[in-house]
């Protein structure tokens, strides 16, 4: 899936929280518990899994290569088809990317780095990125299943 570039966010309803992260290098570990705890709180329990690896993932590569502050935010979206989503957003005021692609086509087994990318396109139903004043925004976009 190519990751998507978003100039205006969908449609959002709440709920909708965020934080803002000190720059140290257990942010992951700090966005990881806010995210479960957030997901259990909203009872979408079966998605803490999947949504925890996803924002370590962003939030890592967030402190790696953009600039702090750091902020992650989780936003529940009801969209035109009546179907919802939990979006995941991470943000900091580098640039991003220069719009190229964002990791390489098939992740080295050999590597340390370069498969992150690559589990948030695995996992999210999309995902992209946005431009904003001061800054930028990755994004994920996970379906909640019918009845959560």
């Known amino acids: 899936m190519t990751p998507l570039t978003c100039e205006t966010p ?16 257990t942010c992951p570990a700090v966005a990881r ?10 009872n979408l329990k079966p998605l803490i899994s999947d949504v925890v ?20 935010s989780l936003r529940l979206i009801s969209r035109p088809d ?16 220069d719009g190229l692609a964002p990791c390489s ?6 590597r340390c780095h370069g498969r ?15 431009v904003v004043n001061g800054g930028h925004i990755v994004w994920a976009e996970i379906d909640i299943p019918v009845g959560m």
Do not use: Y
Request: overall charge negative; proline content about 6%.
């Open 10 to 25: 969908p449609d959002i309803a709440q709920p909708e929280l965020g934080w803002l992260l000190a720059a140290t290098t």
């Open 53 to 72: 690896l996803i924002v370590s993932e962003l939030v890592t590569n967030a402190i790696s290569h953009g600039c702090r502050p750091t902020r992650h």
């Open 33 to 42: 518990r806010q995210v479960a705890e957030q997901l259990h709180a909203w």
């Open 116 to 130: 992150g990318l690559h589990l948030v396109d695995a996992l999210a139903a999309e995902w992209g990125r946005q």
């Open 105 to 110: 086509p098939v992740p080295d087994g050999d």
């Open 82 to 97: 009546r179907t919802k989503r939990l979006r995941v957003e991470v943000g900091d005021r580098g640039g991003g990317w």
